[in-house]
């Protein structure tokens, strides 16, 4: 075998194994939201509903007059305010598991970062030999 066929192969099989590795750790992570329940910024309690209202004001602003860019970058600062507070309000938990699912998850995707990274870094390989 060439030097090239082991690297595709050390390639694929990283991918394999950072893929399979994320995909049964991801199964263990479950992802909630409260973001209906109220948002909250710094010190400022904000009701879910208030964070749409930037988004309608500058939605009118557009209809009323298409070519105004402040209706359009109120629109705008409406949908980033909307998507920050989701991404804010969004809570991670890690479901139990035993100590070998955390070890072989630990070794799939770490594992399989250390092949792709051996494989992507390793140099060009278009070196002179010298006995030539």
Not at 5 to 27: E, H, I, K, R, T
Not at 35 to 56: E, K, M
Not at 105 to 130: C, E, H, P
Request: include cysteine; proline fraction near 2%.
């Amino acid at each position: 075998m060439n030097k090239g066929n082991n690297a595709l192969y050390s390639f694929l099989g990283g991918l394999a194994m950072l893929v399979v590795g994320l995909y049964f750790f991801m199964n263990k992570v479950t992802v909630t939201s409260y973001f209906f329940q109220g948002v909250r910024f710094g010190r400022f309690d904000v009701a879910g509903g208030v964070i749409v209202v930037p988004l309608i004001i500058g939605v009118v602003i557009v209809f009323a007059n298409p070519d105004s860019i402040v209706g359009k970058i109120v629109c705008g600062l409406g949908v980033l305010l909307i998507v920050a507070s989701i991404i804010s309000t969004t809570h991670l938990q890690l479901n139990q598991m035993t100590l070998f699912e955390w070890i072989l998850y630990m070794v799939l995707i770490f594992g399989g970062t250390g092949l792709l990274a051996r494989v992507l870094f390793q140099g060009s390989g278009n070196k002179k030999d010298k006995n030539n």
